[in-house]
């Protein structure tokens, strides 16, 4: 399985609580951590990222993980292209949800309405 990193811990609970199938929401983690290695990798998105948002949108990093918090339509652009149904996908969510909470101690509240994201670089 793709190293997933600090989502991991997340996918059960994340599945248990949208009462979907755990490998279903492993699977759409998995393939859009693949998708931003691939293109044009981790570190390339997020520069990406900082010329196209109006604020810098990495929260943190630590090692090898990116904690950033993107606009809505990122993760609408990134649900076209994975092959989940809403249920999984509004799993898959919540894991980037948990391990960002976890990874930066920041609450929802104080996120002004964008996502969390959190992509691993490949090692």
Avoid at 59 to 79: D, I, K, N, S
Wanted: no cysteine.
């Amino acid at each position: 399985m793709d190293d997933l990193g600090p989502l991991a811990s997340h996918v059960a609970d994340a599945a248990a609580a949208a009462g979907v199938d755990e490998s279903a929401v492993r699977e759409a983690v998995a393939t859009m951590q693949a998708d931003v290695r691939a293109y044009p990798g981790v570190a390339d998105l997020v520069f990406e990222y900082r010329r196209a948002f109006e604020y810098d949108p990495l929260v943190r990093r630590h090692g090898r993980t990116y904690f950033l918090l993107v606009p809505p339509h990122v993760w609408r652009e990134f649900a076209a292209t994975l092959d989940s149904s809403a249920a999984d996908l509004a799993a898959a969510r919540a894991v980037h949800d948990r391990a960002f909470t976890a990874g930066t101690e920041l609450t929802p509240d104080e996120r002004g309405g964008w996502e969390p994201l959190v992509f691993v670089a490949a090692p």
